[in-house]
């Protein structure tokens, strides 16, 4: 990579553009619940993407809502709280990076309701993957339809060339640019991601493309992945949808750019905010659900649990009268995948001007990317045009163990940016977490759904299943809207759209041949 260039900018953060986006329609209703006599409450369990979806889609059609939250700030995983650094400088801590990609169609509906030209996202010019080799891939500049896209990258890709693509097992691989929900899961969740890219003999010296964008951001080891989300990822990212797989971030840390302003729109429309209150159990009750917290026990006529998995777990375990013993098994057997690292380190001097602002760097393990918040995020930038410094973060996801994690970590971002190692350490905060769902071998099938036994009850989030090529935030933010559809089609009022890339392959001859070959 040339040292002197600067990484490249991008104009603007455009909004969905596939001609292809699949709609479905708002259901009919009401428009506003003051119609139906005495308007509805709901309380909305977990105040991260999937609850602040479903409460806005409730608040909008006049239902009372309560949202809980255990922490102290809102947005969850995408949540961010004030740390100090030695000096005594106060910086907006995070879990840090988050791509957000132009085909989270449901998740963009949402951040417009503050930001109707989504100013507050700023594009990054591409997704770098630098291999054990030191040979780079790019997704810059790359056609956005499939199958071009994909025909480019092959061609250009010092990792994945046009011969290892004809080497690939063409009907093994079939299954990549098919996809389908839920289908592809009944043919591809009994496998597992490394297993199914060796059967369709998928080129070793790329596997790391495919583990590092597809698995490991899945914060899972590939050999414990279902090769059905593998395959469900391809297709939203890359084969399925022709926005492309370059993304947007927020322009500021995600409290200023995403949940402040959100707070503000909930609270104009009756929503009570209850940050810092954890909820530790339901109660079903002849005309709804008790919910109880810490401070007291309050009535409800619906709930949304929006949690993560062992917040739902505690919950579900911990209030036998909800749902059925089935649904519950079915959350007590919800898994975490291993846990993560998310390191920043504010430093005394600049990372070269050349440097992307985010590499993915997963082939040498244990580091899964570097970014560099101050080519893109306004706090990091005005601390290091104050210090001359920089602002550099390192992921490692999957990680088996914390011991030396941080500094290997550290090591890793010397050898790779040289110009760092000799940088003094202004102040480093390291954040150790395993609070993402496991999507493991055959998981699928048990994996609950947005509507429970109980149609007064409804679940969201991540690890919630919804049959739409969805995934990550995307799939917080499908389930929510959809939790807030099902509870507002009880009460006779108007839904929200929901959208996704199509869901089925782009290519007829290749759906044709895979529907011959079942
Ligand atoms: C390091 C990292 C990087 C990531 N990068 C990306 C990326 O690039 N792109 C992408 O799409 N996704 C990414 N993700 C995934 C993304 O963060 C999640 O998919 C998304 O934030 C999940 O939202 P959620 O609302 O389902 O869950 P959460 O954000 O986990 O929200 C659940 C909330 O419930 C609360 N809660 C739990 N129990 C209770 C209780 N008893 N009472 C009240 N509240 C409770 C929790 O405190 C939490 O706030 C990343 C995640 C991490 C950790």
Redesign the pocket.
């Known amino acids: 990579m040339a040292k002197d260039v600067p990484w490249p900018r991008l104009p603007a953060a455009g909004r969905g553009t596939d001609r292809r986006i699949v709609t479905r329609p708002a259901p009919a209703g009401l428009a506003d619940a003051g119609q139906l006599g005495s308007r509805p409450a709901a309380a909305v369990?977990?105040?991260?993407?999937?609850?602040?979806?479903a409460a806005t889609g409730l608040a909008e059609r006049g239902v009372t809502v309560t949202l809980?939250?255990?922490?102290d700030?809102?947005?969850?995983?995408?949540?961010g709280w004030t740390d100090r650094l030695p000096d005594g400088t106060a910086v907006t801590m995070s879990?840090?990076?988050?791509?957000?990609?132009r085909q989270?169609y449901n998740?963009r509906s949402l951040l417009t309701r503050t930001d109707p030209r989504l100013d507050r996202l700023t594009p990054l010019a591409d997704y770098p993957l630098l291999d054990a080799q030191g040979r780079t891939d790019t997704f810059a500049g790359l056609p956005r339809t499939p199958p071009w896209n994909a025909l480019a990258f092959a061609w250009r890709s010092p990792t994945f060339t046009p011969r290892d693509l004809l080497r690939i097992n063409g009907r093994g691989a079939l299954p990549l640019a098919t996809v389908s929900v839920p289908e592809t899961y009944r043919r591809l969740d009994d496998i597992d991601a490394a297993s199914f890219l060796e059967a369709i003999n998928f080129p070793e010296a790329a596997k790391h493309l495919a583990f590092e964008v597809f698995s490991r951001?899945f914060?899972a080891d590939p050999r414990e992945l279902s090769a059905a989300e593998l395959a469900t990822m391809f297709h939203l990212y890359f084969l399925g949808s022709s926005e492309g797989l370059v993304?947007d971030v927020p322009t500021e840390p995600f409290p200023q750019a995403l949940w402040d302003p959100l707070s503000g729109y909930l609270g104009d429309r009756r929503v009570t905010l209850r940050t810092g209150?954890?909820?530790?159990s339901l109660e079903r009750t002849p005309d709804g659900f008790a919910v109880t917290?810490a401070d007291g026990t309050g009535q409800f006529d619906a709930v949304v649990l929006?949690?993560?998995v062992?917040?739902?777990r505690?919950?579900a375990a911990a209030s036998p009268t909800v749902g059925s013993v089935e649904w519950r098994a079915a959350i007590a057997g919800l898994r975490t995948a291993p846990p993560?690292l998310?390191r920043r380190l504010w430093l005394d001097r600049p990372v070269a001007a050349a440097r992307p602002p985010f590499l993915g760097t997963g082939s040498v393990p244990p580091l899964d990317n570097i970014s560099l918040l101050d080519r893109y995020e306004g706090e990091a930038r005005r601390w290091a045009v104050r210090t001359g410094g920089s602002v550099v973060e390192l992921?490692a996801?999957a990680a088996t163990t914390g011991d030396r994690l941080a500094k290997a970590l550290d090591e890793r971002l010397h050898e790779i940016y040289p110009e760092t190692l000799d940088a003094r350490v202004i102040g480093s905060i390291s954040?150790w977490?395993a609070?993402?769902?496991l999507f493991g071998v055959g998981d699928f099938a048990r994996r609950p759904m947005v509507e429970t036994p109980d149609p007064a009850l409804v679940l969201?989030?991540?690890?919630?299943r919804i049959d739409l090529p969805v995934?990550?935030?995307?799939?917080?933010?499908t389930?929510?809207w959809a939790a807030a559809n099902t509870l507002l089609a009880g009460w006779g009022l108007a839904g929200h759209p929901v959208r996704s890339v199509p869901n089925r392959g782009r290519i007829g001859l290749l759906n044709r041949l895979a529907a011959g070959g079942r």
């Open positions: 369990v977990g105040g991260g993407i999937a609850g602040l979806t809980f939250e255990r922490e700030h809102l947005g969850g995983r995408v949540g879990r840090g990076f988050h791509a957000f990609f989270y998740l951001s914060f993304f209150t954890a909820v530790a917290t929006a949690c993560d062992a917040g739902l505690e919950i993560f998310v992921h996801y954040l977490r609070d993402c769902p969201a989030g991540d690890g919630v995934a990550l935030m995307e799939r917080a933010a389930t929510g």
